[in-house]
């Protein structure tokens, strides 16, 4: 008797299972200008270490905005400066309670300075937290436990984005000024992919 398929959304919508430009690679290095990356042809973060940094030159007046994002506010994350301030935040849905924030409360000085963010996941399996550490020219600013993430895909149409977010907001804090553009000098952005926490590295 013929096999009779069904279709699956989930294998339809995972990113993962097509051709891909980032598969195999561990490094990525992004400058402004960058936006609008599909999901599939961004690092994915998903159930593993990784790490974010960005080079910055903070003006004399202060600067704030994003940094680099991917997703919005049903699931995604972002490294931002709010008020001022470094943060990572990531959501795994619109839900405030799954809402997770890791947030410097000192503003940066002028000049310039390394921000980076590292996430230790808390694997093995799918969709685990991990802890999230932030620091500022390799000084620890601050850390957080982020109890939740998104094991699959972030969206269905939200994009990676450098220097500015062009869909919807991770948090809401800046959901009035979007596309919240980053008002510094940022150099790059380099993401680092670690250790997978699933059997395969996705």
Partial sequence: MPVTRRPSFVARTDVSIRPSLTRGRNTFTYYPGTIRVPEGTAPSIRNRDFAVMAEVDIPDAGAEGVLVTQGGRFGGWGLLLMDGKPEFDYAFSNQERHKYRVASKEKLAAGKHTIRFDFKYAGPGMGKGGTGTLTVDGKQVAQARIERTVPTRFSLDETFDIAEDTGTPVVEDYVD??????????????????????ASSD
Avoid: Q
């Fill in 177 to 198: 000024r979007m596309p919240f553009e980053f008002t510094g000098d940022l150099k790059k952005v380099v993401i680092e992919l670690g250790k997978s926490g699933v």
